[in-house]
Protein backbone atom coordinates (compact mmCIF):
# COMPACT_ATOMS: atom_id res chain seq x y z
CA UNK A 1 0.00 0.00 0.00
CA UNK A 2 2.95 2.54 0.76
CA UNK A 3 4.48 1.68 -2.10
CA UNK A 4 1.35 2.57 -4.35
CA UNK A 5 0.96 5.90 -2.26
CA UNK A 6 4.64 6.84 -3.06
CA UNK A 7 3.35 6.29 -6.80
CA UNK A 8 0.47 8.10 -6.41
CA UNK A 9 2.46 11.08 -4.70
CA UNK A 10 4.97 10.67 -7.28
CA UNK A 11 2.76 11.50 -10.58
CA UNK A 12 1.64 14.22 -8.73
CA UNK A 13 4.66 15.79 -8.17
CA UNK A 14 5.55 15.61 -11.48
CA UNK A 15 2.22 16.67 -12.68
CA UNK A 16 3.10 19.89 -10.55
CA UNK A 17 6.81 20.80 -9.96
CA UNK A 18 8.39 18.18 -12.49
CA UNK A 19 11.68 17.27 -10.41
CA UNK A 20 14.50 16.86 -12.92
CA UNK A 21 15.40 13.22 -10.94
CA UNK A 22 11.85 11.78 -11.74
CA UNK A 23 10.55 10.51 -14.95
CA UNK A 24 8.51 12.52 -17.33
CA UNK A 25 4.76 12.53 -16.87
CA UNK A 26 4.50 10.42 -19.84
CA UNK A 27 6.48 7.47 -18.09
CA UNK A 28 4.08 7.03 -15.07
CA UNK A 29 0.59 7.03 -16.91
CA UNK A 30 -0.77 4.98 -19.97
CA UNK A 31 -3.25 7.49 -20.60
CA UNK A 32 -6.34 5.34 -20.43
CA UNK A 33 -7.89 7.44 -18.04
CA UNK A 34 -6.76 11.50 -17.98
CA UNK A 35 -5.15 12.40 -14.80
CA UNK A 36 -8.10 14.35 -13.54
CA UNK A 37 -9.86 11.28 -13.64
CA UNK A 38 -7.24 8.76 -12.51
CA UNK A 39 -5.86 10.71 -9.36
CA UNK A 40 -9.55 10.65 -7.60
CA UNK A 41 -9.46 6.70 -9.14
CA UNK A 42 -6.13 6.15 -7.34
CA UNK A 43 -6.96 7.76 -4.38
CA UNK A 44 -10.32 6.01 -3.03
CA UNK A 45 -7.92 2.52 -4.11
CA UNK A 46 -5.73 4.35 -1.33
CA UNK A 47 -8.70 4.30 1.22
CA UNK A 48 -10.03 0.72 0.16
CA UNK A 49 -6.59 -0.49 0.51
CA UNK A 50 -6.30 1.00 3.64
CA UNK A 51 -9.42 -0.64 4.74
CA UNK A 52 -8.81 -3.83 4.03
CA UNK A 53 -4.87 -3.38 5.19
CA UNK A 54 -6.72 -2.17 8.55
CA UNK A 55 -8.98 -5.20 8.68
CA UNK A 56 -8.19 -7.74 11.11
CA UNK A 57 -10.23 -10.59 9.71
CA UNK A 58 -8.07 -10.06 6.45
CA UNK A 59 -4.39 -9.44 8.56
CA UNK A 60 -5.09 -13.02 10.17
CA UNK A 61 -6.07 -14.70 7.04
CA UNK A 62 -9.90 -15.45 8.53
CA UNK A 63 -11.59 -13.72 5.49
CA UNK A 64 -9.73 -16.38 3.48
CA UNK A 65 -11.32 -19.25 5.84
CA UNK A 66 -14.77 -17.64 6.25
CA UNK A 67 -15.00 -17.13 2.43
CA UNK A 68 -12.77 -19.45 0.89
CA UNK A 69 -14.44 -18.97 -2.39
CA UNK A 70 -14.17 -15.48 -2.55
CA UNK A 71 -10.71 -15.91 -1.45
CA UNK A 72 -9.80 -18.44 -3.91
CA UNK A 73 -11.48 -16.45 -6.55
CA UNK A 74 -8.94 -13.07 -5.88
CA UNK A 75 -6.03 -15.21 -5.90
CA UNK A 76 -7.22 -16.24 -9.12
CA UNK A 77 -7.77 -12.54 -10.12
CA UNK A 78 -5.09 -11.53 -8.66
CA UNK A 79 -2.64 -14.08 -10.99
CA UNK A 80 -4.60 -13.00 -14.14
CA UNK A 81 -3.93 -9.44 -13.04
CA UNK A 82 -0.06 -10.03 -12.52
CA UNK A 83 -0.03 -12.15 -15.77
CA UNK A 84 -1.63 -9.42 -17.89
CA UNK A 85 0.62 -7.00 -17.00
CA UNK A 86 3.51 -8.99 -18.14
CA UNK A 87 2.63 -9.90 -20.96
CA UNK A 88 1.47 -5.71 -21.45
CA UNK A 89 5.58 -5.11 -19.90
CA UNK A 90 6.55 -7.69 -22.89
CA UNK A 91 4.74 -5.94 -25.65
CA UNK A 92 6.27 -2.69 -24.11
CA UNK A 93 9.63 -4.04 -24.00
CA UNK A 94 9.16 -5.18 -28.19
CA UNK A 95 7.81 -2.53 -28.97
CA UNK A 96 9.79 0.30 -27.37
CA UNK A 97 13.39 -1.45 -26.86
CA UNK A 98 15.55 0.00 -24.51
CA UNK A 99 13.23 2.59 -23.58
CA UNK A 100 10.17 0.74 -22.70
CA UNK A 101 10.35 2.17 -18.79
CA UNK A 102 9.52 5.70 -20.51
CA UNK A 103 6.77 4.07 -22.21
CA UNK A 104 4.84 2.24 -19.65
CA UNK A 105 7.14 0.14 -17.24
CA UNK A 106 6.43 2.09 -13.78
CA UNK A 107 2.02 1.36 -14.27
CA UNK A 108 2.96 -1.81 -14.52
CA UNK A 109 5.37 -2.31 -12.06
CA UNK A 110 2.94 -0.72 -9.44
CA UNK A 111 -0.28 -2.58 -11.40
CA UNK A 112 1.88 -5.66 -10.17
CA UNK A 113 1.70 -4.09 -6.36
CA UNK A 114 -1.67 -4.22 -6.68
CA UNK A 115 -1.77 -7.81 -7.99
CA UNK A 116 0.24 -8.91 -4.62
CA UNK A 117 -2.01 -6.87 -2.76
CA UNK A 118 -4.61 -8.92 -3.59
CA UNK A 119 -2.99 -11.68 -3.58
CA UNK A 120 -1.90 -11.09 0.37
CA UNK A 121 -5.72 -9.98 1.36
CA UNK A 122 -6.86 -13.57 0.24
CA UNK A 123 -4.45 -15.62 1.75
CA UNK A 124 -5.37 -17.90 4.43
CA UNK A 125 -5.29 -17.86 8.47
CA UNK A 126 -1.58 -19.31 9.13
CA UNK A 127 -3.45 -21.80 11.54
CA UNK A 128 -4.59 -23.70 8.09
CA UNK A 129 -0.84 -23.76 7.38
CA UNK A 130 -0.31 -25.24 10.59
CA UNK A 131 -1.75 -28.27 9.84
CA UNK A 132 0.28 -29.56 7.34
CA UNK A 133 3.44 -29.05 8.90
CA UNK A 134 5.81 -31.71 9.19
CA UNK A 135 5.88 -33.59 13.03
CA UNK A 136 9.21 -33.57 14.78
CA UNK A 137 10.98 -36.95 14.34
CA UNK A 138 11.74 -37.40 17.90
CA UNK A 139 8.71 -35.69 19.72
CA UNK A 140 10.79 -33.91 21.98
CA UNK A 141 9.68 -30.27 21.66
CA UNK A 142 7.56 -30.10 24.64
CA UNK A 143 10.48 -31.74 27.07
CA UNK A 144 12.06 -30.28 29.84
CA UNK A 145 16.23 -29.08 28.67
CA UNK A 146 18.32 -31.60 30.72
CA UNK A 147 21.57 -29.46 30.33
CA UNK A 148 21.23 -26.15 30.60
CA UNK A 149 24.88 -24.31 29.38
CA UNK A 150 26.69 -22.68 31.92
CA UNK A 151 23.73 -22.72 34.44
CA UNK A 152 22.35 -19.89 33.25
CA UNK A 153 18.10 -19.45 32.66
CA UNK A 154 16.36 -16.31 32.09
CA UNK A 155 14.50 -15.10 35.40
CA UNK A 156 11.37 -15.48 33.42
CA UNK A 157 9.77 -18.33 32.25
CA UNK A 158 8.43 -17.30 29.48
CA UNK A 159 10.11 -14.57 28.58
CA UNK A 160 7.61 -13.46 25.37
CA UNK A 161 4.75 -14.08 27.70
CA UNK A 162 5.27 -10.55 28.98
CA UNK A 163 5.89 -8.80 25.61
CA UNK A 164 9.14 -8.52 24.00
CA UNK A 165 10.32 -6.26 26.68
CA UNK A 166 12.10 -3.95 24.31
CA UNK A 167 14.51 -1.62 26.61
CA UNK A 168 14.61 -3.64 29.83
CA UNK A 169 17.75 -5.86 30.84
CA UNK A 170 16.87 -9.76 30.98
CA UNK A 171 18.27 -10.86 34.06
CA UNK A 172 19.97 -14.18 34.70
CA UNK A 173 19.38 -16.58 37.61
CA UNK A 174 21.37 -19.78 38.93
CA UNK A 175 19.81 -23.09 37.72
CA UNK A 176 21.98 -24.94 40.48
Same mark, same amino acid.
Given at each position: ???? @????? @??????? &???????????? *?????? *? *????????? =??????????? /? /???????? =?????????? /?????????????? =?????????????? &?????????????????????? &?????? =?????????? #???? &?????? @???????????????? @?? #??? *?????
Amino acid at each position: MALF @GARVI @GQFEVLV &AAPGWLPDMDAW *YSGLLP *Y *YLLLPVQIA =LLMVMAVVAWS /R /RVRTGRFA =LANPRIARAL /RGLALLYFLAMALR =LGINLTDNGVDFWR &AGAIPVAFHWVLARFMLVSARP &AESVLV =LVRIPAEDQH #QDDE &ADDVPH @GDVPALTQPLAYGLGF @GE #QVR *YRDAG
